[in-house]
């Protein structure tokens, strides 16, 4: 018998990544680490930036891709356009 | 063992509160009014552990599902509309493999709107994964009752017990109902597989992937076919303790296995074609009844056994698939489509929203199978 239940913890196994079509990928060179792609990521899988260090004490975000699932809403607010969504290829 | 005169909802909702669910939800409707209601008032004098009267029957199906999650065993009641307002509900339990046990008071659906007896709502819900019996009298109806609980916790499976709206739930029999003694001898405590524990977290009704998906609904078809042989199996068992069967369990086999012209139905209007049958065979005609008792899982092999070397078949049904072949005909030619002699098979679609269904009405039907033509009709 299946039985369609699940322990917790279950969203970590889950890599939704695979649902990805379009990756985010960031240009380090333009990256001012604001941190707005961090604030706005819904899943939350981009981290990094440190808003309560010092603007050059900062670091640059990183993106788990492991569960972003290529929405694209944090290049669509980077204020410096900094991150491009490139087709996953497969 | 003491027959007492008594409605068929009475007696049913006594057979239920004596199988000692924990959670009784229903919402009233007619023609199964008067199980919630009996329900309602065993709970009121302390018999039944809970009853929730619910805003609607979603509600009623939904409260069950929860229930039966956190590892009560548990009953609802309805009819037509009602069924029809639970549907996704329904969907949810068996999915889920929960042994919730329904009882239906059958009806028809709207529109046009109307109380009476035929059998769409159940038959409408029979693709949900839920085991289905149907019964001809109080009697089985009663009987069906601490079997469906035995069903349904043994497969992990919900079961509807379903019989005639006012034919039967508002019909005055005398009715064996077996007592709170009898049942504890015959059904054990529910112990669920898994269940909702704070101890043990886990949840319930997960997602599944399109990789996974299908595997889930696969698994429940296999163990649906299987839950046949449960069926029977649980059928026997009450047989042998109260001395009560229907048929072999599957079916019921009256007077068909010498006969020549067979009529296969299910419910109550069985009674008529029995006594149309009896009034024939004191004419010398060969004629019986294969009555369904297992519409879900369909007993195919048991049907074809039943059914095997006739010459003319007839399927009176009270349901319809609207632009196709009814539903119970479409099975029984199913189960008899590898036979080696070919038998010629009617259809006759009757009875619907409580169109009278009388003895004379039979002796007709089994006077268009005599003359041994194909028949496709509503009737």
């Known amino acids: ?90 | 063992m003491v027959k007492k005169t008594v409605e068929g909802s009475f007696a049913v909702a006594e057979a239920v509160k004596n199988c000692e669910p924990d959670v009784a939800a229903c919402y009233p409707i007619t023609p199964s009014t008067h199980v919630a209601e009996e329900l309602a008032s065993f709970y009121a004098n302390g018999e039944i552990k809970e009853y929730i009267a619910t805003e609607s029957e979603l509600s009623s199906m939904s409260a069950c599902i929860g229930a039966s999650a956190a590892g009560s065993r548990t009953v609802t009641v309805t009819s037509s509309q009602g069924m029809a307002l639970m549907h996704e509900a329904v969907f949810n339990a068996a999915g889920n493999r929960l042994p919730i046990v329904m009882i239906v008071g059958n009806r028809s659906l709207s529109a046009p709107l109307n109380i009476w007896n035929d059998w769409q709502d159940s038959i409408t819900e029979r693709d949900s994964g839920w085991i289905q019996i149907y019964c001809e009298n109080g009697q089985e109806a009663t009987d069906a009752v601490p079997q469906a609980y035995k069903i349904a916790e043994a497969v992990s499976l919900p079961v509807m017990v379903c019989f005639d709206g006012f034919y039967i739930t508002h019909a005055v029999e005398p009715i064996d109902v077996p007592t709170l003694e009898e049942v504890r001898k015959f059904l054990p405590l529910f112990k669920p597989a898994v269940k909702l524990d704070p101890k043990n977290p886990i949840s319930m009704g997960e997602y599944a992937f399109p990789s996974h998906y299908q595997l889930f609904r696969e698994d429940l078809h296999k163990d649906m076919l299987a839950a046949v042989g449960k069926v029977k199996e649980i059928h026997d068992d009450y047989a042998k303790m109260f001395g009560r069967s229907c048929g072999n369990g599957l079916l019921e086999e009256y007077r068909s296995q010498d006969a020549d012209i067979v009529l296969v139905s299910i419910g109550s209007v069985c009674g008529n074609a029995k006594e149309a049958i009896d009034q024939l065979r004191e004419k010398g005609e060969k004629v019986g009844l294969v009555k369904l008792r297992l519409v879900r899982p369909f007993p195919y092999a048991a049907v074809a056994k039943a059914l095997a070397g006739k010459k003319v078949i007839g399927v009176f049904e009270k349901a319809y698939s609207l632009g196709a072949v009814p539903p119970v005909y479409g099975e029984v030619l199913a189960a008899v489509a590898d036979a080696k002699a070919k038998p010629v098979i009617s259809s006759f679609t009757g009875g619907l929203g409580g169109k009278d269904v009388t003895v004379g009405n039979m002796l007709e039907l089994f006077g268009k199978l005599k003359q041994g033509k194909k028949l496709v009709e509503w009737v």
């Open chain 1, 1 to 90: 018998m299946m039985l369609p239940i699940a322990k917790p913890g279950t969203s970590k196994e889950n890599k939704t990544g695979s649902w990805r079509s379009f990756r985010p990928e960031t240009d380090k060179s333009k990256c001012i680490k604001c941190g707005m792609c961090e604030l706005f990521c819904p899943e939350p899988c981009i981290t990094g930036v440190e808003q309560s260090k010092k603007p050059e004490e900062k670091t640059f975000p990183k993106t788990d891709y492991d569960y972003c699932k290529g929405c694209g809403v944090c290049a669509n607010v980077c204020p410096v356009k900094c991150i491009k969504m490139v087709p996953e290829e497969k």
